[in-house]
């Protein structure tokens, strides 16, 4: 029913578009938008969904961080059109890009979201990983793509604009 491709340059304002419907105005006011600021998303991990007719139903885009001396992808924003949610596209796209994550060789994926919806998709709480303010805690969330790839992991997520 989706065809899911990597994104394009020719996608990207349509994706922004998705994005300005499904998220609260403001949403670049978010610290997570800072990491993003200069830095291109990561190649070949970001994927739009195209439902029958070709119309975007979904989107996932991952930009490149680091925490301490560590690099981790930083998955988001992620959307999926209202007329498509709840019908498992947001985890496709989730669990899709990462398996390709895997691929690209990424050890380690985080973000910052509703724990209820990212914990199906084996994301916890990442007590030692600190965001820019201002962000509650509870809502840093990691998953290991590689076994103990976030263990002893910790301190203060940066951008990839900054010097390593
Ligand atoms: C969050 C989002 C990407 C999920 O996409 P989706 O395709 O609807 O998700 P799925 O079909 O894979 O999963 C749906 C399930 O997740 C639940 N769910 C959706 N958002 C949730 C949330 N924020 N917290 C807890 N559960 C949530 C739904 O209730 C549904 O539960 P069910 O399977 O028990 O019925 C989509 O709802 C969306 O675009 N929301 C607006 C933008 C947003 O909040 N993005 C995430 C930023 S943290």
């Known amino acids: 029913m989706f065809t ?3 994104e394009t340059d020719q996608d990207w304002w349509e994706v922004e578009a998705l994005y300005d419907l499904c998220f609260a ?3 670049e006011a978010l610290s997570s938008y800072r990491l993003r600021d200069d830095v291109p998303p990561v190649t070949g991990l970001s994927l739009v969904a195209r439902d029958g007719q070709d119309i975007l139903a979904g989107a996932i885009r991952y930009w490149p961080v680091r925490v301490g001396t560590f ?3 930083l998955l988001g924003p992620v959307a999926v ?12 796209l989730i669990e899709e890009s990462l398996s390709r994550g895997v691929d690209f060789g990424w050890d380690r994926v985080m973000l910052v979201g509703d724990a209820p919806y990212y ?3 084996g994301f916890a709480r990442l007590g030692d990983v600190i965001m820019p303010p201002p962000t509650n805690p509870e809502r840093v969330l990691g998953r290991e793509l590689r076994p103990g790839a976030w263990h002893g992991v910790a301190g203060h997520v940066r951008s990839f604009a900054e010097e390593a």
């Open 4 to 6: 899911l491709a990597q």
């Open 25 to 27: 105005p403001g949403r």
């Open 71 to 73: 690099e981790a992808l």
């Open 81 to 92: 059109h209202p007329t498509h949610q709840g019908e498992g596209l947001g985890g496709l």
């Open 119 to 121: 914990r199906k998709f």
